[in-house]
């Protein structure tokens, strides 16, 4: 069974940077054909896609984060992390690491069958 868990500081002060990880178990983040994204729900904008990485390490990102948002990897400890910068309380949101599947209408929709429980961040002074 593939795992994921995201770690990272729950406490973020404006203008700083978020930076998240997720620990993947029980599968390779190099195995073909499965992506590696970043989501957030929030009250106010609900589940948004972030970004991603796929398998062999190339970048996707939303348009309206692409300038603040860095996805990496590291294939040694099977983690992929997350730098959102410049952060504002808009920010604040349940971040969630998960699998998704590469198919034939990828990207342009995007499916997922793993995802970590979620962790909280908080963007406050």
């Known amino acids: 069974q593939v795992q994921l868990q995201e770690s990272g500081p729950g406490l973020v002060k404006p203008s700083q940077t978020l930076s998240l990880t997720c620990t993947v178990s029980?599968?390779?983040?190099?195995?073909?054909?499965?992506?590696w994204s970043w989501i957030r729900q929030s009250p106010g904008k609900g589940l948004e896609w972030m970004g991603a990485i796929d398998y062999e390490g190339s970048n996707y990102a939303s348009p309206s984060l692409k300038s603040r948002t860095s996805i990496s990897r590291d294939t040694s400890k099977n983690q992929f992390s997350l730098q959102l910068s410049s952060v504002t309380p808009e920010d604040t949101a349940v971040y969630y690491c998960?699998?998704?599947?590469?198919?034939?209408?990828?990207?342009?929709?995007?499916?997922?069958?793993?995802w970590g429980q979620g962790t909280q961040v908080t963007v406050s002074s």
């Open positions: 029980g599968g390779s983040i190099t195995t073909n054909y499965y992506y």
């Open positions: 998960a699998r998704g599947i590469i198919g034939s209408s990828w990207p342009q929709r995007r499916e997922y069958d793993y």
